[in-house]
């Protein structure tokens, strides 16, 4: 059974930055692809990065227009860990981040997240 466990929310002034970490167990962490995620009570999930599995296009990432530039997602497969780097945030950054983890080595299909971190909040001022 894949775990996931999220940290590293809280709370930042606007233009301020926060890493976010995710721990994860219960398979060969690097075969997978990863992924962070985002929701806003009332409002849908949504997407904002992924990175694919070593062997998938040399771990490509992904990211949503809203965080190109601001937001990083990188992996350390020799810790079992994902990070998500957030800079120049935002109030509209604001939200509970999910960790994800895909089934396959490629994070470009969305749908293919199938495990979810318990989310840690992320709160921006302004």
């Known amino acids: 059974q894949v775990q996931l466990v999220e940290s590293g929310g809280g709370l930042v002034q606007a233009g301020g930055s926060l890493r976010l970490s995710c721990a994860a167990s219960?398979?060969?962490?690097?075969?997978?692809?990863m992924g962070w995620f985002r929701q806003v009570p009332g409002k849908e999930r949504e997407f904002v990065a992924g990175i694919n599995a070593i062997n998938w296009s040399g771990g490509k990432t992904y990211y949503v227009d809203s965080v190109k530039g601001r937001f990083t997602i990188s992996r350390d497969n020799a810790k079992n860990t994902l990070y998500l780097q957030m800079n120049s945030l935002k109030p509209e950054d604001t939200a509970v981040y999910y960790c994800a983890a895909h089934e396959s080595g490629n994070s470009a299909w969305a749908s293919g997240f199938k495990y979810w971190g318990q989310g840690t909040q992320v709160t921006v001022s302004s």
């Open positions: 219960g398979r060969t962490f690097s075969s997978y692809a």
